[in-house]
């Protein structure tokens, strides 16, 4: 799942297809009470010679319904966006089956409800991929297609309405094979139409709804973030001159140390103050509103920085790193805040390897856009859970264990790359690994100074 609108649909998708499930019965319910209104009047007025066949077609249709309720009722929660599409796709091929046997037995070259294939065709094209929706338009030209053929070739029985015989030639349309292979065509045509329309407006739409909702979050993300913003900078700027004190004190006190259990202590002591001091400088570079001093810099060079700011850091014997660098040349960025952007990446995803693993790290450029640089950090570690990844880059998140992580790692390297002009993404499946994806353009672009420094 990614972070941006582009990649951030996979929970919206999931959500999206859930609702519809239960929309899916509710409108097949009312198709039910429309066929059956349909039969009853057709045999009230005498349209229809021979009822029997169409009542068990109507009767078929709240059996597969109610069946579909409750196959669906505990299991929906545990599915995923395939499986869910898989049953979507299964639901509305039943449909085309049951509406491809109404029509065959109520004339089915005469008869105009041969129209209604656009609903389930429609609804396939709402909810299901572009590689999937198809099936729904071919199982129902060749369901209702064939029908016709096989009618016309004698081999089904045909099933006139208002007193039509196709065995003595009277029905119109079958009196040329021509006349039922334009229907055919027709309907093949008519379905593909209706369906990739819908399918363009279905995906513009959720397109739209992708970035709508990745603004939303942003726009909460940011608004949280000025708050701890807010709190971090006082907490910070009122521990550090204290913290420097007693950092001092323990310098002064070291050579007066006669014993190493007092020598242990004080180095203990220096340890954890040295961690504080991190950890406000930290917030001070999340909270500060310095402006990027930006310069040419080779882009390899500054990765290459940061893998020398992780290496002490990581455990070479049991992670692999791997690097590809594509030639991206130079940009104008501030290269000291980048690799340290990009160092936090890093050792979030050396970390995730800690059982043992690969850490790969590659540059790029964009293929449609020479002005945009891409970075690629991805490990074969642990990965993230998905209910995780909108999280990771919040301010004192952290999967680490207690005294590993302070969680600002990743909203620094958020803040500094926004204010680049760029944006991070994530894509992660747990036990399988991580990839983050860094973009910005190559020259400087101007930013409001809210998104440079996120607050």
């Known amino acids: 799942m990614m972070m941006t609108a582009e990649f951030s649909s996979g929970a919206l998708e999931l959500t999206y297809l859930q609702s519809w499930l239960d929309r899916l019965i509710r409108l097949r319910w009312l198709a039910i009470i429309a066929v059956a209104f349909a039969v009853l009047f057709g045999s009230w007025t005498g349209l229809l010679d021979d009822v029997a066949p169409l009542w068990c077609v109507a009767l078929w249709m709240p059996t597969y319904n109610l069946a579909l309720r409750w196959w669906q009722g505990p299991r929906r929660t545990s599915w995923g966006v395939d499986s869910l599409h898989r049953f979507v796709l299964f639901q509305l091929i039943l449909d085309v089956f049951t509406l491809s046997l109404l029509l065959h037995f109520s004339d089915s070259v005469e008869n105009p409800a041969e129209m209604f294939f656009a609903f389930p065709v429609a609804a396939a094209a709402m909810l299901l991929p572009g590689r999937k929706w198809p099936y729904v338009t071919t199982a129902a030209a060749l369901m209702h297609g064939g029908a016709v053929l096989l009618e016309y070739a004698g081999i089904l029985a045909h099933h006139p309405l208002a007193g039509h015989n196709l065995v003595h030639g009277d029905d119109p349309l079958f009196r040329s094979g021509f006349l039922v292979a334009g229907y055919g065509l027709g309907l093949v045509i008519m379905l593909n139409g209706v369906g990739y329309l819908v399918y363009i407006v279905a995906r513009e739409h959720r397109r739209a709804e992708a970035l709508r909702y990745e603004r939303e979050r942003v726009a909460i993300s940011r608004q949280r973030l000025a708050h701890v913003g807010q709190i971090a900078a006082g907490v910070a700027h009122s ?83 791997e690097t590809v660098f594509g030639g991206v040349g130079e940009a104008e960025v501030d290269a000291g805040r980048l690799s340290e952007s990009v160092a936090n990446i890093l050792d979030n995803a050396i970390a995730a390897c800690a059982g043992g693993g690969r850490v790969s790290i590659r540059t790029r450029c964009d293929s449609e856009h020479e002005g945009r640089i891409h970075i690629e950090i991805s490990d074969t570690g642990v990965g993230i859970p998905e209910q995780q990844l909108e999280q990771i880059f919040d301010p004192f998140f952290t ?44 020259r400087a672009v101007s930013i409001m100074p809210s998104q440079e420094t996120g607050t």
């Open 399 to 442: 999967t680490k264990p207690v005294g590993e992580g302070t969680g600002l790692g990743l909203a620094i390297a958020r803040q500094v790359i926004e204010a680049h002009g760029g944006e991070i993404a994530v894509e992660s499946q747990p036990q399988r690994g991580t990839r983050f994806r860094v973009v910005f353009p190559r």
């Open 239 to 321: 521990v550090r001159s204290p913290l420097h004190g007693l950092l001092n004190c323990v310098d002064l006190l070291r050579p007066q140390c006669g014993d190493p259990a007092s020598e242990e202590t004080l180095e203990m002591m220096g340890e954890g103050l040295r961690r504080i001091e991190l950890i406000t400088r930290r917030l001070l570079t999340l909270t500060r509103e310095a402006p990027l001093e930006r310069a040419v810099t080779r882009i390899d060079d500054l990765v290459h920085d940061a893998l020398h700011m992780v290496a002490p850091n990581g455990s070479p014997g049991a992670v692999e790193l």
